[in-house]
């Protein structure tokens, strides 16, 4: 009897100790666990903050810095290549005016019109034409909408920098008016095409946030009214005169620009 008292009473004993164990197993768990959802119950808030005092110092930088507006008056050549280039003759100079709004250093958006006139004359006769029609006026007004995306050359060298390379891109409507000057009675041929612009250009600061001096390049690609058009067609097989008048458009502009 007294054997299995002592095996009963050493049983308790250890099942205490094992109790005991365990539960403070579970404290220290418990612990653990109420410290990691302490130190941070957003397992991305650093990352947050960060990334909104970032954004916040670009913001002071571009108010501080960057221009919102400016306003452009430019000069500069207008031609074409295909059968429409080779039967133009372009009067330089071309005009432009345009409005660009900045919302940050690297983009900008912007809205303008540019106007150019041409001439050509024939002294033949064509499908279009029995009487030779002459000397023949042409003027093409395009409106625009466009985008430019600015290059980030902060570590390139300090004349790259300051030219402020760009790529735009444009959205057009050329509309051409065509006058047959030698022939009165012919009715003036008019009408207008969609059209496409890409290119690039820089500008060159006078002085930073205020003035600028504007270059710019473009390639345009226009579905013309009279861009199939027979009326240039040789009357006869081999004579002179033009199938149709496609060709793309090229322009180089200068312009004076004023930011604020």
Do not use: C
């Given at each position: ?20 164990t365990a539960h403070g197993q579970e404290q220290d768990f418990g612990e653990v666990d109420d410290d990691d959802l302490g130190s941070g119950q957003d397992i991305f808030s650093d990352f947050n903050e960060d ?141 207008g095409g969609l059209g496409f612009g890409f290119g690039g250009g820089f500008e060159f600061p006078i002085k930073l946030r205020e003035s ?49």
């Amino acid at each position: 009897m007294k054997l299995f008292f002592t095996l009963f009473f050493n049983l308790l004993f250890l099942a205490h100790l094992a109790l005991m164990t365990a539960h403070g197993q579970e404290q220290d768990f418990g612990e653990v666990d109420d410290d990691d959802l302490g130190s941070g119950q957003d397992i991305f808030s650093d990352f947050n903050e960060d990334l909104e005092n970032n954004q916040v110092m670009e913001d002071e930088r571009f108010y501080r810095y960057g221009r919102f507006f400016s306003f452009q008056v430019g000069v500069g050549m207008t031609a074409f290549n295909g059968n429409r280039g080779t039967a133009y003759d372009n009067d330089h100079p071309s005009y432009g005016l345009g409005i660009n709004y900045f919302p940050n250093f690297q983009d900008s958006f912007g809205l303008g019109f540019e106007f150019s006139k041409h001439h050509m004359f024939q002294d033949y006769k064509s499908v279009g034409f029995k009487n030779k029609p002459g000397f023949i006026d042409v003027s093409m007004l395009r409106v625009y909408f466009s985008y430019r995306y600015y290059i980030d050359t902060s570590n390139l060298g300090t004349a790259i920098t300051f030219s402020n390379p760009y790529f735009t891109l444009r959205m057009e409507y050329w509309y051409s008016t065509v006058k047959y000057i030698d022939q009165s009675s012919e009715p003036n041929d008019t009408g207008g095409g969609l059209g496409f612009g890409f290119g690039g250009g820089f500008e060159f600061p006078i002085k930073l946030r205020e003035s600028y001096i504007n270059t710019q390049l473009l390639i345009h690609n226009v579905n013309f009214h009279d861009k199939h058009t027979q009326k240039y067609k040789a009357d006869t097989p081999g004579g002179p005169g033009y199938d149709d008048m496609t060709g793309n458009a090229f322009s180089l502009m200068v312009a004076y620009v004023m930011s604020w």
